[in-house]
T-cell receptor, first 112, second 111 residues
């Protein structure tokens, strides 16, 4: 299996621009998770889906962040408008029920 | 919600020595405890996990112990090697699907 695939690997953009991060989970996995990792706050769960339905979005920082999962093989995390404090590494992970999460290699986002 | 505390935040050992990382959790409903290793520029990767019906699990040089009464679990790495140097995360999860992660331990193995 190819594993969880995230794109882009790196994104540099100016404050105020819209940013879209993409994730392809492992085929057959029911759960999809979006995390944000920073030195200050560690690994934070932003939102997770079960069978394409958002289950818990309590970790989403504010209304500027939104996530969708239109089908079982694709999810997006969007930030609009972006701010410098959004700079971080964003990870997507997927899993089967009650099984370990498989992480992608992340998107390193820099907002100037 | 669940709260996971992980100690120490940094750990430095000589090659060949053992390393121990400890975690505590708060939610008695948690029943799944994975450990992840994160190398530079990569996402966390599962190295070992344990479920609440087991007290100890071992895989070659890596072992995990769980004390459900005290709500703590530990990762033990024996005969450490330089390639074990990485950030290690513990996590606690439930049947609901999500896991709460500790803050990570940066392990350095000196040759």
């Amino acid at each position: 299996d190819a594993g969880v695939i995230q794109s882009p690997r790196h994104e540099v953009t100016e404050m105020g621009q819209e940013v879209t991060l993409r994730c392809k989970p492992i085929s057959g996995h029911d759960y999809l998770f979006w995390y944000r990792q920073t030195m200050m706050r560690g690994l934070e769960l932003l939102i997770y889906f079960n069978n394409n339905v958002p289950i818990d979005d309590s970790g989403m920082p504010e209304d500027r962040f939104s996530a969708k999962m239109p089908n079982a093989s694709f999810s997006t995390l969007k930030i609009q408008p972006s701010e410098p404090r959004d700079s971080a590494v964003y990870f997507c992970a997927s899993s089967e029920i009650n099984q370990p999460q498989h992480f992608g290699d992340g998107t390193r986002l820099s907002i100037l | 919600g669940e709260n996971v505390e992980q100690h120490p935040s940094t750990l430095s050992v000589q090659e060949g020595d053992s390393a121990v990382i400890k975690c505590t959790y708060s939610d008695s409903a948690s029943n799944y405890f994975p450990w992840y290793k994160q190398e530079l520029g990569k996402g966390p990767q599962l190295i070992i996990d344990i479920r609440s019906n087991v007290g100890e699990k071992k895989d070659q040089r890596i072992a995990v112990t769980l004390n459900k009464t005290a709500k703590h679990f530990s990762l033990h790495i024996t005969e450490t090697q330089p390639e074990d140097s990485a950030v290690y995360f513990c996590a606690a999860g439930t049947n609901a699907g999500k896991s709460t992660f500790g803050d990570g331990t940066t392990l350095t193995v000196k040759p």
